[in-house]
């Protein structure tokens, strides 16, 4: 899973295809100081500037007809402090890489989202997230980071240093600098034990807080015009280590997670109404399996279907109302959704922007494949989850401004104040964050 972006006549595009913009230049830094440089000379020729990762964001938060930053050549491990228990990224670094080097060093994040080819200041400042019952995002286990502001000037900041900074840039959304490097917490690799199980959606839903707090780990997935679903559970474990076999793990995550499904989605597409009864075989498909391994190749799988996506976090207490109000309004308005929907949690964090900043948050994903109209469904998805006071995935799809966006966030003026005191000039402005900051 990459980026399309550099495609013809210089326009970059984002990998769902819903996003493309032509930057008047782009810039692949080496160091810190040559990223520095740009930002300066951006702002000497007037132009806006974006950095911009693996281009996985759904929304236009990286477009720019100014200058794209590349950070690919900002990679690598800075720094590993074993006292300390943390890591120092560069920003460019794919978190693939960063699980596999610190694998190899024995070590590991305590949490991650599903897949893991997203740049480590990409995905931390959309708010990329997994699930966990005590454990929260990927920007959550942030200790530390540098940026780059709107002057040029290379900012640190931690709990102890620029602590306002720290609270927000954490989830940045490229608004107050570029980050150049992370520094995240890390801990002794363990092992992890998945059990995946088909569950009947209704008793998922009656079920639901049981099974969120007997385990560190809980999601499930909803397959729409059916009562199924297949729930994962991931909790900690002593061994021994067990993984899946490789035959049937190409069989049951290549095979027929991506191969099939694939396939069941081009049928799909064009015949919309064989939808409901690919989804029940679809159901079906999957069966119950338990493995262990290490974290990394527990949370993650691979994900080769091209999609589009919108992603609402809502308060954790209002999840399964949520969720029965989706699948009442599927069932009544006709639409023909082959897409599986996604349910996973989240603690409360501290972080100003964050989706689950100060409430334990749940998190609704909704999924159309490339290609397919998504309006109607994401509109009327949309129309439940804001009723939940729900707020959106930063990096995917939904139409919210800043005006709804400062009624959903207590700090959200908070926010606002230090992007005025960082980028007074809006240097680093684009037609999203003006959607949803504001001015």
Request: glycine share 8%; proline share 5%; charged share 25%.
């Amino acid at each position: 899973m990459s980026s399309t972006a550099s495609g013809k006549n210089g326009t970059w595009r984002n990998w769902g295809g819903t996003v493309a913009s032509r930057p008047a230049r782009e810039v692949t830094p080496a160091s810190v100081d040559e990223l520095a440089d740009a930002v300066r000379g951006a702002a000497e020729d007037g132009l806006k500037v974006k950095a911009v990762g693996s281009g996985h964001s759904f929304t236009s938060i990286a477009a720019t007809d100014g200058v794209l930053i590349r950070p690919q050549l900002l990679t690598g491990i800075r720094a590993i402090d074993r006292d300390a228990m943390t890591v120092t990224v560069e920003a460019g670094t794919p978190l693939k890489r960063v699980n596999v080097a610190l694998a190899r060093e024995g070590l590991s994040l305590t949490n991650m989202g599903d897949i893991m080819e997203q740049t480590v200041s990409g995905a931390t400042s959309t708010g990329t997230h997994g699930t966990g019952r005590e454990s929260g995002s990927i920007a959550a286990q942030i200790r530390g980071l540098e940026l780059v502001t709107a002057d040029g000037s290379v900012l640190t900041c931690s709990e102890k240093e620029n602590p306002e900074v720290f609270a927000a840039a954490r989830t940045g959304l490229g608004a107050l600098g570029i980050v150049t490097a992370i520094t995240f917490a890390v801990e002794p690799i363990f092992l992890l034990t998945a059990r995946e199980e088909p569950m009947p959606f209704d008793r998922v839903l009656a079920e639901f807080d049981e099974l969120w707090a007997e385990n560190e780990h809980f999601e499930f997935y909803w397959f729409p015009h059916t009562g199924s679903t297949n729930t994962k559970r991931n909790n900690r474990s002593a061994g021994p280590e067990k993984p899946v076999p490789q035959l049937q793990g190409w069989f049951e995550d290549e095979f027929l997670s991506n191969g099939v499904f694939q396939v069941a989605q081009w049928v799909g597409r064009a015949v919309p109404g064989t939808i409901p009864a690919i989804a029940q075989i679809s159901s079906k498909a999957l069966s119950s399996r338990t493995y262990t391994d290490i974290p990394y190749k527990v949370f993650t799988s691979p994900r080769r279907v091209r999609f589009v996506e919108m992603e609402y976090a809502v308060p954790r207490a209002a999840v399964t109302e949520a969720l029965r109000e989706l699948k009442s309004m599927l069932d009544r308005s006709g639409l023909r959704v082959s897409f599986p929907v996604e349910v996973r949690t989240a603690p409360a964090d501290d972080i100003t922007l964050s989706t689950a900043s100060g409430r334990d948050s749940a998190y609704i994903a909704v999924h159309m494949v490339k290609g397919t109209p998504y309006q109607r469904y994401f509109t009327a998805a949309e129309r439940i989850f804001t009723a939940h006071e729900g707020r959106p995935h930063w990096g995917k799809i939904h139409t919210r401004d800043a005006e709804y966006l400062a009624g959903v966030y207590p700090r959200f003026g908070e926010f606002t104040a230090l992007r005025d005191r960082l980028d007074p000039d809006r240097l680093f402005q684009n037609d999203y964050l003006r959607r949803v900051l504001g001015a």
